[in-house]
């Protein structure tokens, strides 16, 4: 199972959520809270069996809070399968209550061995189990806690977490100063938002989720902080086609970029409208690139346009204007950008135009900004550090500062709409590439064109996009993959 299997929940929540939901199901439903920590450990530890079968040595690195509290669990039911299991506890024994205090208790009464720690534990250990930090954490791991962390991330033993992996922020999925870096994370309750954005899916490795018997109506009484989404969510806004269709049905797409040394990037955003299924597809670029373009793909009418006026009759013929591939920041690409926004078109807006509307900001509530984190950084007047560090936060604040949709681009792309946050899991890092940011731009600019709205075509844009890449990556592997391999995948994805 990976962090995109369609098995796992829909619903993520925050951390201060994920507790709410333990409330509710102990004092409303009446599941004894001790129950939850021997299901979250039976949870894990099936898991840890189904993952490293062959495994006869298992290390469980507990906390003195709740979640070691389920490690302890873990090594008990270890012992008991016939595995030499071995507790280090990292703090003082002193502070374990509750829960934790009775299912460690119950452990010393096994033959499982509970020793200090040492480094040295990590070279007679078959797999690691990580239950020192749980979603409470709020400040940046340090002093001999840290040190253990670090120690299990150079261990090369592979690791488990429990519910979280320690020092990740669940809500962000940003590692506060040092974070373990588990192959794969068993998560409790409610799935935790920062898993599948930023630095959380490197750090959870493959992610599992138990409810551990929650009824839904739990769930259901706190809404979730972000929606997690696939391609196919949105298959039923491209429903098939009347046979009597024609090319004026399906929109007219006109991008507008391409500057010096920068035409490909037109030309790609431009032909991925079209593959997702845009009737007609327009560029207006630079006089010196439109010949050029419409004989690299004679399908797209490629135009000369030395300045603004020439977009005037272009505008006319357009249902969606997509701006930014290409562009530059010159004279022209101020001039074009200026003309294009005084339509009333709906419009996809990215690269150099996001970079130009931060220097000079203006609000509409009819058009998608897709910027990735530094673009994101330079619209909302901070830093790239500040955006990564919560990326659910960053999409919000542009959407609120901007108006429409905001695609913030990156590992767990986000989506923030006047109707909610979500989050696509799937892309993979082949696409670490020149282009792809010009292809996605064509592609919500091609659904647009179809008759979706802003935060559908966003949304599904996003996935068709995401799930191309994956298509492309298992046929060809990621490295070396270019943003036109997403092309023959697009049109089959649509259809």
């Known amino acids: 199972m990976t962090a995109n299997d369609p098995v796992l929940p829909r619903a993520l929540y925050r951390a201060t959520q994920v507790r709410e939901l333990d409330r509710i199901a102990i004092q409303k439903h009446g599941i004894p809270s001790a129950t939850l920590m021997e299901r979250a450990g039976e949870s894990a530890f099936a898991i840890l069996r189904r993952l490293w079968p062959e495994a006869k040595r298992a290390l469980v690195c507990s906390g003195t809070g709740q979640n070691g509290g389920d490690g302890f669990v873990v090594a008990r039911l270890a012992q008991a399968a016939g595995l030499r299991a071995t507790v280090t506890v990292i703090g003082n024994i002193k502070n374990i209550h509750g829960d934790a205090l009775a299912n460690y208790e119950r452990l010393r009464k096994t033959a499982a061995t509970v020793v200090e720690w040492k480094p040295a534990l990590l070279n007679d250990a078959d797999v690691i189990v990580d239950a020192l930090l749980g979603t409470g954490l709020d400040r940046p791991v340090t002093g001999g806690m840290a040190e253990v962390i670090t120690a299990i991330n150079r261990g090369g033993r592979p690791v488990l977490a429990v519910d979280v992996p320690s020092g990740l922020n669940a809500d962000t999925g940003q590692p506060l100063g040092t974070a373990v ?234 989506i923030a709409t006047p109707d909610g946050v979500y989050v696509c899991d799937a892309g993979n890092p082949g696409m670490a590439s020149g282009g792809m940011g010009d292809i996605l731009t064509g592609v919500i600019a091609g659904l647009l064109a179809q008759g979706l709205s802003l935060s559908d075509a966003a949304r599904h844009g996003v996935c068709v996009h995401a799930e191309a890449a994956d298509q492309a990556a298992a046929q060809g592997g990621e490295r070396g993959m270019l943003a036109t391999d997403l092309m023959h995948w697009l049109r089959k994805l649509v259809n």
């Not at 979730?224 to 298959?235: K, W």
């Not at 507008?256 to 991925?272: F, K, L, T, V």
């Open 181 to 414: 870096k588990a192959q794969a994370t068993v998560t409790f309750v409610g799935m935790k938002a920062g898993f599948l954005t930023g630095s959380g899916p490197d750090y959870c490795g493959h992610v599992y989720f138990a409810d551990l018997g929650i009824p839904a109506a739990v769930r259901e009484a706190v809404p979730p902080a972000v929606e997690r989404i696939s391609r196919a969510d949105g298959v039923h806004l491209l429903p098939r086609r009347a046979r009597g269709s024609h090319k004026g049905h399906f929109g007219h797409v006109l991008v507008i970029g391409g500057d010096h040394g920068y035409a490909g990037a037109a030309r790609m955003a431009a032909e991925a409208a079209g593959r997702v299924g845009s009737g007609l597809v327009s560029i207006a670029t630079r006089p010196e690139h439109a010949a050029m373009l419409s004989a690299a793909r004679p399908e797209i009418m490629a135009h000369n346009a030395s300045d603004r006026r020439a977009l005037t009759p272009l505008f006319r013929n357009a249902t969606v204007a997509a701006i930014g591939p290409g562009l530059g920041q010159s004279d022209w690409a101020q001039d074009l950008l200026g003309a294009t926004l005084e339509q009333k078109l709906p419009l996809v807006v990215d690269a150099d135009a996001l970079n130009l509307i931060a220097l000079d900001p203006v609000t509409r509530t009819d058009w998608i900004l897709t910027p990735h984190p530094g673009e994101a950084a330079r619209l909302l007047k901070s830093d790239t550090t500040v955006v990564q560090a919560d990326r659910y936060a960053a999409a919000r604040a542009v959407r609120e500062r901007y108006g429409g949709v905001c695609v913030l681009k990156g590992c767990g792309t986000v």
